[in-house]
T-cell receptor, first 116, second 113 residues
Framework: GENVEQHPSTLSVQEGDSAVIKCTYS??????FPWYKQELGKRPQLIID?????GEKKDQRIAVTLNKTAKHFSLHITETQPEDSAVYFC???????????????FGAGTRLAVHP | AAGVIQSPRHLIKEKRETATLKCYPI?????VYWYQQGPGQDPQFLIS???????DKGSIPDRFSAQQFSDYHSELNMSSLELGDSALYFC????????????FGPGTRLTVL
């Protein structure tokens, strides 16, 4: 069935270091891979996404890479700051599909702690 | 910019009671997704609607039902509540004519006692 595995489950870094979170998906029909940041009790917030026709995407301190052959995608955060501390979720979907079939399959999440 | 609205934000119920959660998508968004997030868990897809018709179905218990109305808002009806139904319930909306991004509402925290 559809499954997304995410590692590590917890990650502790010093301020200014880099953080890398990795995900693997099982559904070869997946084409859209968003990353969400979620603070306690709040909604998931999209921080970056990538589509299957792109291998890498960068937005300031955040970058995502995708290896469709290996079904791997990764989130890279450089120059981490204490405010980056949160739970990060990767997800995969088959989009773009019409008709409400773009459900997101989430990884289990990574709790990132950035220490000053 | 208008965002997804969910009500109520918090709900406390007793076991075996019923609950109704409401979701108002961003204007002109025609698709709604419901997710359930248990404590310390990732969001799990429940059900989706497009143009007022049920589209896809995930791990939604038979005790739950949902619909999308003519104004595109959606309601999740939960009956015979169990302790394990305590969770954050998010709805997300999107417009099928645009990209995949789903816009999440603030969530409803349901506590079953």
């Amino acid at each position: 069935g559809e499954n997304v595995e995410q590692h590590p489950s917890t990650l502790s870094v010093q301020e200014g270091d880099s953080a890398v979170i990795k995900c693997t998906y099982s559904d070869s029909a997946s084409n859209y891979f968003p990353w969400y940041k979620q603070e306690l009790g709040k909604r998931p917030q999209l921080i970056i996404d990538i589509r299957s026709n792109v291998g890498e995407k960068k937005d300031q301190r955040i970058a995502v890479t995708l290896n469709k052959t290996a079904k791997h995608f990764s989130l890279h955060i450089t120059e981490t700051q204490p405010e980056d501390s949160a739970v990060y979720f990767c997800a995969a979907s088959r989009g773009p599909l019409s008709g409400g079939y773009n459900k997101l399959i989430f990884g289990a999440g990574t709790r990132l702690a950035v220490h000053p | 910019a208008a965002g997804v609205i969910q009500s109520p934000r918090h709900l406390i119920k007793e076991k075996r009671e019923t609950a109704t959660l409401k979701c108002y998508p961003i204007p002109r968004h025609d698709t709604v997704y419901w997710y359930q997030q248990g404590p310390g868990q990732d969001p799990q897809f429940l059900i989706s609607f497009y143009e007022k018709m049920q589209s896809d179905k995930g791990s939604i218990p038979d005790r739950f039902s949902a619909q999308q109305f003519s104004d595109y808002h959606s309601e999740l009806n939960m009956s015979s509540l169990e302790l394990g139904d305590s969770a954050l319930y998010f709805c997300a909306s999107t417009h099928e004519a645009s990209v995949n991004e789903q816009f999440f509402g603030p969530g409803t925290r349901l506590t079953v006692l």
